[in-house]
């Protein structure tokens, strides 16, 4: 091996990544996929956080919930929201409740 070939091979001051193939694994896929793919994915995304709402909601909603574990799934309930996106007709509501 070249004394230069290491170098080509990792890079110290990533951790010694491999510089080959860096773009490898998830942020491979995510730079080729698709944008039915990328769509899939928000979609799912969206569908994963308003079920989650909706549960907190539920467990907010029962009786005997200790205030620790209240303010956790407000929290967490807070989380979900925010990272929802906005559609039109909340939007709107929002602008005249």
């Known amino acids: ?3 230069n070939d290491r170098r080509r091979e990792t890079e110290p001051s990533r951790g010694n990544l491999p510089l ?4 490898r694994g998830a942020a491979g896929r995510a730079a080729r996929a698709p944008a039915g793919a990328i769509a899939a994915k ?5 569908t994963t956080l308003r079920l989650c709402v909706q ?5 907010l909603t029962s009786p005997g919930v200790p205030g620790g ?3 956790a799934v407000q929290a967490c309930r807070g989380l979900c929201r925010a990272g929802q996106p906005v559609r039109s007709d909340q939007s709107n509501k929002m602008k005249n409740p």
């Not at 928000?42 to 969206?46: K, P, V």
């Not at 549960?55 to 467990?59: A, M, N």
């Open 55 to 59: 549960t907190f909601d539920q467990v």
């Open 42 to 46: 928000r979609q799912g995304l969206r």
């Open 1 to 3: 091996m070249h004394h």
């Open 20 to 23: 080959i193939g860096r773009r």
């Open 69 to 71: 574990l209240r303010a």
